[in-house]
């Protein structure tokens, strides 16, 4: 269904575009609005086929456990990483972030909208304020890394295992509620 949807949205725009390119001057709105109202239909078409894939029983789950697991597996490895800075060498570190750190940052993104349909819109910012922290402390890691800054790799691995941990701590408050 959401096919079709994006099959809509997209004949809308050629057919308007086709319309418009006629004659520079004058467009013919009775038509256009067709093309229009068409593409209309296919943006609610594929809005209502998210919500409905979104509050789906069995996908609401599945992702939940996606999102604990990803959680887990990021605290678990970035706080492997900060106890290994030492040994670590710093222009390696960016590609040890990439290999242990990239797939669960991924799926945790992908799901990441089921927290506000099981837990709430508060629930929701409060545990992605602090993935997103650490995000972007794992993104100066990266940097610093590429670069050869040691004292802000060190720095700011420690700060992305705090964010990390305190979403999953906010996760697991979610969930007893």
Known sequence: MKNLGYILIAAAFLGGAYLTSLDERIVEWGYFSAWLILGFIGVAIVRISSKQAAHADDKI????????????????NVSMLNAQKAEIHTYDMHTKVDE???????????????IAHKFGLQAYAEIMNHFAGGERYLNRVWSASADGYIDEVNEYIGKAQEQFEEAQKRLMESQSV
Do not use: W
């Not at 789950?61 to 678990?76: G, T, Y």
């Open 61 to 76: 789950s599945d992702n939940i456990a996606l999102i604990k697991s990803s959680l887990e597996n990021l605290v678990k």
């Open 100 to 114: 242990l750190l990239l797939d669960d940052l991924d799926a945790f993104a992908e799901a990441r909208e089921t």
